[in-house]
């Protein structure tokens, strides 16, 4: 069974980086046409598609926020990392860690619970 | 201001079919076969319905069934139930090689 969980800050102040990290069970990052991505969503809004890191390291931005994310494989093989810099309270929501493969046509099959963000001085 | 355009709430009775659209462009819904669905009732994580337009990964019922035409893309719930009422979300896969979602639909079961 595939898992994902996000750990991370609660909280940060406008300007800080945001660090966010994915711990992955039940798959092997390594195995072809699969990648971990990030998905936020405001309160009470959309969904909106930040980043992917595919198995071969290939990384896809939001071409809105690629100036301010970096997504990259952790130290461990089972965690991947996002960083959101300048942060601002337009920012806060939840952030969610997801997983795609080819298999399902790249649709994010697996989500994470989530991680709650406020962005507050 | 998302770029998929969706209708921000359909609704229906139990037993009847209502279909969703997901309105985008070349660069994205009319170009391409990813297109997804999501369902997210209040408070939860959202769930993959729906991939490369059409297509329900295991366990999703049947009666969720997609579609498109040209920059269109659809969503059909049939034989509506009140556990569909939800938040539904479609994606899609871009010119920039990026997904986008749309603004959401919110379907009440009335």
């Known amino acids: 069974q595939i898992t994902l969980k996000e750990s991370g800050p609660t909280l940060v102040k406008p300007t800080q980086t945001l660090t966010l990290s994915c711990t992955l069970s039940g798959f092997s990052f390594s195995t072809s046409e699969v990648g971990v991505g990030w998905v936020r969503q405001p309160p009470g809004k959309a969904p909106e598609w930040l980043a992917i890191i595919y198995w071969n390291n290939d990384k896809r931005y939001s071409p809105s926020l690629k100036s301010r994310l970096t997504i990259t494989k952790g130290n461990s093989a089972d965690q991947v990392v996002l960083t959101v810099a300048n942060m601002d309270p337009v920012d806060a929501g939840t952030y969610y860690c997801?997983?795609?493969?080819?298999?399902?046509?790249?649709?994010?099959?697996?989500w994470g619970q989530g991680a709650t963000v406020t962005v507050s001085s | 201001q998302s770029v998929l355009t969706q209708p921000a709430s359909v609704s229906g009775s139990p037993g009847q079919s209502i279909t969703i659209s997901c309105s985008g462009s070349?660069?994205?819904?009319?170009?391409?076969?990813?297109v997804s669905w999501y369902q997210q009732h209040p408070g939860k994580v959202p769930r993959l319905l729906i991939y490369d337009f059409k297509s329900r990964p295991s366990g999703v019922s049947a009666r969720f069934s997609g579609s498109k035409s040209g920059n269109t893309a659809s969503l059909t719930i049939s034989g509506l139930q009140p556990e569909d009422e939800a938040q539904y979300y479609c994606?899609?896969?871009?010119?920039?090689?990026?997904?986008?979602f749309g603004g959401g639909t919110t379907v009440t079961v009335l």
């Open positions: 997801v997983h795609s493969t080819s298999a399902t046509g790249d649709g994010l099959d697996v």
């Open positions: 994606s899609s896969y871009t010119a920039t090689s990026t997904w986008v």
């Open positions: 070349s660069d994205d819904v009319g170009g391409y076969v990813f």
